[in-house]
């Protein structure tokens, strides 16, 4: 099996044109694990004719849709020309994706990622005797959107897998800096603490929006780097950088 590693501000992937490994849970598993595997947060399959994304998280569990590892495929369609022009579509399990390539070097994309929503769930989760207020949406995948400096991996699995999200959820812990700034840390589902969320930079922005705390263009920040969320005519889009780490032959 051939792999190429991709990151997009340190959410790395393994991507492939490996179509026989599509449902092999435990196989995925074993091969996205640091420390007996290759390593990763998730693994993408490539399908083509039409193109497809098929994305894995690291515990080997399908996943609906990923930001970060969307911009990382595109940036493998490019390099293997997959791809022609600068406009593309791509196939997920959250429905079509239109992507445009807006730079080379650096590898530059900006996806529509969905529509806007228009009114938020939540509700109180208490955790080590205090209350937060926790807001729901679906993006694609599931998240959870909190606004507190209390950030803990006891926390976010608490959150990921309370009882509210009987198919578990992500959750952003949210710091507003100002009207176009949110710094932003995720727990994603599956994974653990990464890097970088696109999904969830996007509904941190979505929550931020309705809530009145940000503009329609906002950058959010994260570990190694910030995307770019805007809000334009009810969609959603997303850009930012991805880079090709290296190629990896089992």
Same mark, same amino acid.
């Given at each position: 099996? =051939?792999?190429? $590693? ?14 026989? @490994? ?6 995925? $598993? ?15 399959? %490539? ?6 994304? %098929? #994305? ?8 609906? +849709? ?11 369609? /490019?390099?293997?020309?997959? @791809?022609?022009?600068? !406009? ?21 994309? *900006? ?7 228009? =009114? ?6 208490? #955790? !080590?005797?205090?209350? /937060?207020? &926790? ?5 694609? &995948? ?24 009987? !198919?578990?959820?992500? &959750?952003? #812990?949210?710091? %507003? ?7 932003? %840390?995720?727990?994603?589902?599956? &994974? ?16 931020? $929006? ?6 329609? *263009?906002? /950058? ?5 780097? *910030? ?5 334009? !005519?009810?969609?959603?889009? +997303?850009?930012?950088?991805?880079? *090709? ?6």
């Amino acid at each position: 099996m =051939k792999f190429e $590693k991709y990151h997009g501000l340190g959410n790395d992937f393994l991507i492939t044109e490996d179509i026989s @490994i599509i449902g092999n849970h435990e196989l995925i $598993k074993s091969i996205c694990n640091r420390y007996t595997g290759i390593g990763a947060d998730g693994l993408i399959i %490539v399908k083509k004719d039409p193109l497809e994304m %098929v #994305f894995y998280n690291q515990d080997g569990s399908r996943g609906e +849709m990923c930001g970060n590892g969307i911009r990382c495929f595109s940036y493998y369609c /490019y390099n293997h020309k997959l @791809i022609e022009g600068n !406009n593309f579509d791509c196939l997920t399990l959250d429905g079509i994706k239109h992507l445009e390539i807006k730079s080379i070097t650096p590898f530059i994309v *900006k996806v529509k990622m969905g529509k806007m929503i228009d =009114k938020l769930d939540s509700t109180f989760i208490e #955790f !080590n005797e205090k209350k /937060y207020l &926790v807001y729901s949406l679906n993006f694609g &995948v599931p998240h959870a959107v909190i606004y507190t400096t209390d950030i803990s991996e006891e926390f976010g699995s608490y959150i990921s897998n309370h009882e509210c999200f009987p !198919n578990k959820t992500n &959750v952003n #812990f949210v710091k %507003v800096n100002d009207l176009k700034s949110l710094s932003l %840390v995720t727990y994603e589902r599956g &994974v653990g603490f990464t890097k970088a969320c696109g999904t969830g930079s996007c509904s941190s922005v979505i929550v931020s $929006k309705l809530l009145g705390l940000t503009d329609d *263009k906002v /950058y959010v920040h994260q570990a190694l780097g *910030k995307l770019l969320i805007t809000i334009e !005519n009810d969609e959603i889009y +997303m850009e930012g950088e991805s880079i *090709k780490v290296g190629e990896i032959i089992l």
